[in-house]
């Protein structure tokens, strides 16, 4: 486990093509070996030991539900990494919520953290709605990051409307395996915002 959300599962023998990975039952787990080069996803039909292929290009890698996590496309050196833009992967847990935290400075300064030049932020998404809160911000290079867009995995409702910030947005894509893609956003790091997923009512 890379934290508490990443489960990074590598081929360790000669010549193998797959390999055996446990998943805890207690969680939901999504596999995203595919998801940065076609945005392929599915997510494990139950927990224990599973048997995952696993070619030579393929690097097997787990997302636990409820562990969101943000990304960002790399760049060559950390000044080209601020121009690309942010997202935040939402993988739900068996309640339909995530939650993860951000940190970020300017990858170059010693002791960014003790002296403040940071920025920490908190977000979740409970009942449908997406919140992102600043929890400490000092540093002068966060109005530079934007998140553009934030994926939602395992979300089995179907899909009204979405509001950003209480504007109304057709920018969302819901495809028939739980997956929601909120795309063309312009969120700025350093503000909070929110985002509500309103769904159809069931009779």
């Given at each position: ?125 409970i009942q449908g709605e997406i919140s992102y809160n600043v929890m400490f911000n ?8 934007m998140f553009t867009v934030i994926t939602v995995l395992g979300f089995r409702d ?46």
């Amino acid at each position: 486990m890379w934290g508490k959300a990443l489960m990074i599962s590598p081929v360790l023998e000669k010549d193998a093509t797959n390999r055996s990975i446990y998943l805890s039952p207690e969680s939901r787990w999504y596999s995203v070996s595919e998801f940065f080069t076609i945005e392929n996803f599915y997510e494990e039909p139950s927990g224990g030991w599973i048997t995952y292929e696993a070619p030579m290009e393929v690097l097997p890698l787990h997302l636990r539900g409820g562990a969101a996590v943000p990304f960002q496309q790399p760049g060559l050196n950390t000044v080209e990494s601020r121009k690309g833009g942010m997202g935040i992967m939402l993988p739900l847990d068996g309640n339909n919520e995530s939650e993860g935290d951000l940190y970020y400075d300017d990858g170059e300064s010693i002791g960014s953290q003790e002296n403040g030049d940071c920025l920490i932020s908190h977000f979740q998404m409970i009942q449908g709605e997406i919140s992102y809160n600043v929890m400490f911000n000092h540093w002068e290079g966060s109005d530079e990051l934007m998140f553009t867009v934030i994926t939602v995995l395992g979300f089995r409702d179907e899909i009204e409307s979405i509001t950003v910030n209480g504007v109304g947005s057709r920018n969302f894509y819901q495809d028939d395996k739980g997956m929601v893609t909120i795309y063309m956003l312009q969120l700025p790091a350093s503000e909070n915002w929110t985002i509500k997923l309103n769904t159809i009512q069931k009779p």
